[in-house]
Each structure stands twice: as C-alpha cells, then as structure tokens.
C-alpha cells in the first residue's frame, strides 16, 4: 500500500510533467508558431464556364505594430504572388501609430487592384483583457470612454488614394483581369456597424461573379449575402480559433460561426442558395496575446475557376 509520502512524491511529480509541458506549449505558440506564416492555397470553381481563372489574395487579421519587421516583410513579398485582385477583410492595425507601416507593409500589394473591409481593431485599439472569456461567448462590443480611437480614416484614405476600393456597406462592380465582378461588402458585423439593408438585393445577372466582403463571419451576414446568391464570401476575424487543439480544433470563434468553419474553404446554405465561403485565420494577433497553437498565421491565394 502507497505512503502518504510516497503519493505526494508521485503527484509532485506528475505535477511537475504537466507544468513542463504546458510551459513547452507555450514557448512553441509564443516563440515559434505565431511568427510561422504560411501561404495557403485553394482551388474555388465559381467562374462561368469558359472563363480565365482569377487569383484572388485574402488578406485578413494582420494586427500590425510597427516593431513586427518578420511579419512586415513576409507579407510585403506577398507582391511578387502578383494577384489579379488583392482583398483585405479587415483588422489591419494594433496600435495608435501602425498607419505608415500597414501602407508601407502593403505598398507593393496596393499597386495591385484591391478591395477592403474593416474590422473593430482598425475602430479601437487594442486592450488588456482577461482572454478565458473568449471562452464564455464573443468578446464584448467596446464603449468609447472604455479605449483609444485608431486614425481609422488615415488607413483609408491611404488604401483609397492607393486605388483600393472600400466596401464598407458598399455594393460595386470592377473589371479585374477581364471578368465582370460584382462585390458587396459590410462595415464590421462584430461592432453592429453592418448595414447590409443598404446593399442587399440578388447578385447581378450579368455579372461573372458577386463575391460577399465582410470582416466578422456572423450567421446574420452571410445567410443575407448567400440568399442573395452570392457565389463566394470572403471573411476573417476568427483567428482561425487562434488557439487550437489538435484533433479537435478551434474551441471559439469569437462569433457565431460554427467551429468546424473557424477557417478555410467551406459551403454555406442559406434560403435554398449556396455560396462558397473562405474563412481566413488570419496573419496576427492582439499584442496582449501574441500565442497561436495547432493555428498558423496565413494568407490564402484563392484560385477561382470555371464551374464544372
């Protein structure tokens, strides 16, 4: 029969492995794994038949401070993919002076045709918080008085005179590499600032192809965009669960996604329509918790073809 010693030995110990492994855990995620970009590729056929295929770069989540040259540089030589479109969903910044350096960051990329949307943390800057609440439901809307405003109309004005075309609640049509695309696109659904009432109606007929801009993946957003026969929609926010378990994956999606959507290509189904729905994890973090695990920071270069 164990000691009373003998069990406090062993619990100690087993203590001490689990201690060890999750501060492994965490020095892969914090050290390694979050500055660990990747290119994602993926084939979508949503064109008409007969069409050139078109690459669509998604960019989404960079949370940019200045000091991240790792992070500057790799996205900057995502230029030489030279993308027929370039399309940001959002959450561009995470400090008060991180303008210059997104523009500077995007300069090769914003002489590329492009669309934009924003997300809350080009709004609002970044702020300690306790993250376990993540946990409990999607992260609360900010008050004014509670956090800093970010020169939000400095970064679009530097994206507008660059040729990029925001879609903040905005229904366009562009010409890019030869395809008619229509595009409709949301201010940020996560801070209510959506007003898709003011875009809504069925995707255009002579249109090669409507594509959904938003930022934050709610069900509300997309179920509008995909009855409205929208054939691709492009989102972020999500971090793709940023702290994943493998085996399992995402434990949140800080929206009303579900989980198994938390990233990457999937179909969603709304009012007898389906849509093709890409769902990007994103190239950053908040600078409070700059961790990812079994959740890479990426990019997704989007190949569209013809339908079969």
Not at 2 to 15: C, F, I, R, S
Not at 118 to 133: E, Q, T
């Amino acid at each position: 029969m164990p000691t009373a010693a003998g069990v406090l030995k062993a619990t100690a110990g087993t203590v001490g492995l689990a201690a060890l492994a999750a501060g492994a855990g965490l020095g892969y995620a914090a050290g390694y794994e979050v500055r660990a970009f990747a290119l994602r590729h993926a084939v979508v056929p949503v064109l008409p038949v007969g069409t050139r295929p078109l690459r669509v770069l998604h960019l989404s989540d960079l949370h940019l401070v200045p000091r991240q040259h790792r992070k500057r540089e790799w996205v900057a030589a995502l230029a030489d993919l030279r993308p027929d479109l370039v399309v940001s969903t959002g959450d561009n910044l995470a400090s008060l002076d991180a303008v210059p350096a997104v523009l500077e960051t995007y300069a090769g990329l914003l002489a590329r045709p492009g669309v934009f949307v924003l997300g809350s943390n080009d709004y609002w800057a970044p702020r300690p918080r306790n993250w376990a609440r993540y946990l409990a439901g999607p992260s609360k809307i900010p008050m004014p008085e509670e956090i800093p405003r970010l020169p939000t109309d400095d970064l679009v004005r530097g994206f507008t005179d660059a040729g990029w075309v925001d879609l903040d609640n905005v229904r366009t049509r562009l010409t890019v590499a030869g395809l008619d695309l229509e595009l409709v696109g949301v201010d940020d659904p996560h801070l209510r600032y959506d007003r898709y009432h003011d875009v809504a109606g069925k995707a255009a007929s002579d249109a090669d192809l409507t594509v959904g801009v938003t930022h934050a993946p709610y069900r509300r957003t997309l179920d509008a965009m995909t009855a409205d026969e929208a054939g691709l929609i492009l989102a972020g926010h999500t971090h793709g669960g940023q702290l994943c378990v493998p085996g399992f994956g995402a434990l949140v999606t800080n929206c009303d996604l579900p989980r198994k959507q938390v990233s990457g290509l999937s179909r969603w189904s709304a009012a007898g329509h389906d849509a093709w729905l890409h769902v990007s994890a994103g190239l950053g973090t908040s600078p409070y918790a700059p961790v990812r695990f079994a959740c890479r920071p990426e990019a997704t270069l989007l190949e569209l073809v013809p339908m079969r």
